[in-house]
């Protein structure tokens, strides 16, 4: 562990679905990309005898004595293989994370307690100070728990050397990404309960993968897309709109099976287009245009593809008025949009084109935020958790 002069400071992305939501709970393939926005951690050691955690984004500060924490390191096989969590640990954790500010909080405490716990397990626990920042909206399908998740874990597994405390250009190599990711994977498991996988490997790998089944893969070549991520702030449960679903699969297989292979040879369209935007070659594609001549070509099949999904979603059930106001606003300038994520409410993405200029950009925006929306721009396809470049693995405190 560090000295208590110095600071370790981690961040992971966010995540969006560009293709596949719901479809891909039938087997159909989903794609997903990083975001710009970010997760931060934010470590030192202390030397108080106790550990605290500040949360800035929940507003929650709190701090356990060591010898309370003590009763909840559990025996483990090893670092490598993190197995799922004991039984009699996680009581003891949940007890000690209870918090009185909701299930959101309460999540995020113990996802903490149990990455702290059992990436420190080795040894005496160690006194940390750590503070937590974040870009991304809690509940809104940006994969604000994953980032969550993998940069703690990322910032832990440093910090107990697990992994390289000062990787090349702030990248971890492969093997020690994996290892985040499987710890991520573990503590998402706590918040989701049986989690894709697809959130916390994005916000460690970055870039965009694609995922069928339980199995996950890159993309060859990812493109640089610009887009709006706009939150509608309408609440909504995505197990309920999940659920919602399959009642209407189960009820008229004939009519929504159709819908959901759509949207399955949607996504895998979209993945060979965004390939080739990323190499420059054009391939034959099935949709939109029947010649293709440049990558304006390419984005004018990426923004159909965009439209019909969005149109696949609703007849699915899990629009919403607010979701059709945005596609509505921004088709008036020429943009096209769809959710992302469960739908009914949370959040949508519009692509900006090559050649959109800003003037037209912050139009957009402004015609969302009158309505109510809150916008970000960023671009998709970034990189996954590492140490940002404007700080040094391990800096000296002023």
Known sequence: MAESSEVLVVSAPGKIILHGEHSVVYGKTALAASIGLRTRVRLRSSSNGATRLHLASLDISREWRLESLSHAIPIIDGIRNPAPPQADSMLILRQLSQSDKGDIEDSALLVFLFLYTHICSASALPGLDV?????????????????????????????????????????????????????????????????????????????????????????????????????????????????????????????????????????????????ALASGTLPEVSVACNTLESKD??????????????????????????????????????????????GGGGCGFTVVPPGVGANVVEAVRADLVRCGFVCWETDLGGPGVCIPRTEQSLVQEK
């Open 131 to 275: 503070e937590v920042g974040s870009d991304l909206p809690p509940s809104a399908g940006l994969g604000s728990s994953a980032a969550y998740c993998t940069s703690l874990a990322a910032a832990l597994l440093a910090a107990t050397h697990n992994i390289s405390r000062n990787p090349s250009n702030g990248r971890w190599q492969q093997e020690d990404l994996e290892l985040i990711d499987k710890w991520a994977f573990r503590a998402e498991t706590l918040i989701h309960g049986n989690p894709s996988g697809i959130d916390n490997t994005v916000s460690t790998f970055g870039g965009a993968l694609s995922y069928q089944s339980g199995h996950i893969s890159e993309l060859k070549s990812m493109p640089t897309l610009r887009v709006l991520l706009t939150n509608t702030n309408v609440p909504r449960s995505t197990s309920t709109l999940v659920s919602a679903v399959k009642d209407n699969v189960n009820k008229f297989p004939d009519i929504y099976k159709p819908i959901l292979d759509s949207m399955g040879a949607i996504a895998v369209e979209s993945k060979r287009v965004m390939e």
């Open 297 to 342: 070509d390419l984005f004018c099949v990426l923004e159909t593809l965009i439209d019909v999904n969005q149109q696949l979603l609703m007849a699915l059930g899990v629009g919403h008025p607010c979701l059709e106001q945005l596609c509505r606003v921004t088709r008036k300038h020429g943009l096209h949009s769809k959710l992302t994520g469960a």
